[in-house]
Nanobody
Framework: QLQASGGGLVQPGGSLRLSCRASGSISRLFTMGWYRQAPGKQRELVASITVTRIAAYADSVRGRFTISRESAKNSVALQMNSLKPEDTAVYFC?????????WGQGTQVTVSS
């Protein structure tokens, strides 16, 4: 019910845009966000955005990443600029109704020269 796209391979300093669309019973009223998980590390929250478009970011990406949402399409995007090798991870979109967590399938982002 969460379909993510947009990952890939990019050189350091480059940009990528991830998109995620919710379908089915997922409400447009939920906070949506992006997590990432690098090999051997725990999954971490990268950015989130409320239905009123209040955004929050991890310290490691603030100023480089921008999260946005389009309520009419029930979708969320993550614009990633000035990418660094340490941004390499599988990125997951996420939302929750407070009881059930919904996860996208994950999209690989690799930052390497």
């Amino acid at each position: 019910q969460l379909q993510a796209s947009g990952g890939g391979l990019v050189q350091p300093g480059g940009s990528l845009r991830l998109s995620c669309r919710a379908s089915g019973s997922i409400s447009r009223l939920f906070t949506m966000g992006w997590y990432r998980q690098a090999p051997g590390k725990q999954r971490e929250l990268v950015a989130s955005i409320t239905v009123t478009r209040i955004a929050a970011y991890a310290d490691s990406v603030r100023g480089r990443f921008t999260i946005s949402r389009e309520s009419a399409k029930n979708s969320v995007a993550l614009q990633m600029n000035s990418l660094k090798p340490e941004d390499t991870a599988v990125y997951f979109c996420h939302t929750s109704n407070g009881n059930i967590d919904y996860w996208g399938q994950g999209t690989q982002v690799t930052v390497s020269s």
